[in-house]
């Protein structure tokens, strides 16, 4: 069993990879505030748990000894300081205050909006090593979902919390990490689910027509979820609640029952590449169009969204072709 057989793993994750573009430019901004939220904060936000779970998942075909894991964390630690070394120009000269806590900049944020996913992952993948040695995979789901239930009253369901002991500890954890999006409330969760998925082959005890039922009555909820917080309560974000759980389980269950001898690792380099690179990609093309005098684009916010997309796509195949030539520099980012 290895991930060729299951390509549409790695298709999903590339069709993911552009609703990330979609939470960070909000193409439908200008036009319905109704559509752009619901596009932006609902619609999209399956795609990093989907990220989380499906790596969950393969950490379970390969396996979770040390030399596995140890090989896991030294990629993904590498890739980190590749991408932060990229970034943190652009951190320190624009936009994020970089040099307010380094280290939880480093360890947990990122030092750009979207590098947090790679920390998360890391410690995710670390918890994952230690916790196996000791408990099961449905234990560890439990606890990373006890974790998660803390970390969505940082998120969305912040509004619920009492005035008291409760929201005064959470404001002060907030205050110093700024989010509670991270691998111990969030990342966790997906990657222990996945693991879960691997281990007990849930998938075969689920019919193809009930993955899809599920699914389509899950990502149902998460309007009905979010409508509802947004109706009785204020969300401090909107990357975690409840309904995304059962979503990214059928759809990964969904993605194991159409195995295949083509392989899709193509689309998991290119998903990979459009995530890490899109605001770099999007500040060239930016700047390109700009000296085109092609203002009438950049005004628009569908305009933006497009430049985004299509350079990702531009960049994430050069790079492929790149690495399949073994070009050691396309490897860094990869």
């Given at each position: 069993m290895n991930n060729k057989h299951y390509p549409w793993i790695d298709r999903i994750k590339y069709l993911v990879s552009f609703l990330v573009l979609v939470i960070h430019f909000r193409p439908l901004s200008d036009y319905n505030p109704i559509i752009d939220f619901s596009s932006a904060q609902i619609v999209s936000r399956i795609a990093v748990?989907?990220?989380?779970?499906?790596?969950?998942?393969?950490?379970?075909?390969?396996?979770?000894?040390?030399?596995?894991?140890?090989?896991?964390?030294?990629?993904?630690?590498?890739?980190?300081?590749?991408?932060?070394?990229?970034?943190?120009?652009?951190?320190?000269?624009?936009?994020?205050?970089?040099?307010?806590?380094?280290?939880?900049?480093?360890?947990?944020?990122?030092?750009?909006?979207?590098?947090?996913?790679?920390?998360?992952?890391?410690?995710?993948?670390?918890?994952?090593?230690?916790?196996?040695?000791?408990?099961?995979?449905?234990?560890?789901?439990?606890?990373?979902?006890?974790?998660?239930?803390?970390?969505?009253?940082?998120d969305a369901y912040y509004g619920l919390l009492p005035k008291g002991i409760l929201l005064d500890l959470m404001n002060q954890f907030l205050q110093i990490f700024r989010t509670t999006r991270n691998g111990l409330f969030f990342g966790l969760l997906f990657v222990a689910l996945g693991y879960l998925i691997q281990k007990t082959q849930i998938q075969d005890r689920i019919r193809v027509k009930y993955a899809w039922i599920g699914f389509i009555l899950s990502y149902s909820l998460m309007f009905v979820e979010m409508g509802l917080l947004m109706t009785y309560t204020e969300p401090f974000e909107y990357n975690m609640y409840f309904s995304m759980i059962p979503t990214t389980f059928f759809l990964l269950v969904l993605c194991l029952h159409y195995p295949s001898e083509t392989s899709g690792q193509d689309y998991r380099i290119k998903s990979g590449v459009i995530y890490f690179s899109h605001f770099l990609v999007y500040y060239f093309m930016y700047g390109l169009f700009s000296l085109l005098n092609l203002n009438f684009i950049l005004s628009s916010s569908i305009g933006r969204y497009s430049i985004a997309v299509i350079g990702s796509i531009l960049f994430s195949n050069y790079v492929l072709s790149q690495k399949k030539k073994n070009k050691k520099w396309a490897s860094y980012l990869i």
């Open positions: 748990p989907f990220f989380f779970i499906s790596s969950g998942y393969f950490l379970g075909v390969n396996g979770l000894s040390k030399e596995n894991a140890n090989k896991s964390i030294k990629k993904n630690f590498k890739l980190y300081l590749v991408w932060t070394v990229l970034y943190l120009p652009i951190s320190v000269l624009f936009f994020m205050p970089v040099f307010g806590n380094i280290i939880v900049n480093f360890t947990v944020l990122g030092f750009y909006y979207h590098l947090w996913f790679i920390p998360a992952l890391l410690f995710s993948l670390v918890a994952m090593y230690f916790l196996n040695k000791y408990l099961k995979p449905l234990t560890i789901t439990i606890i990373s979902f006890i974790f998660f239930c803390v970390g969505v009253f940082g």
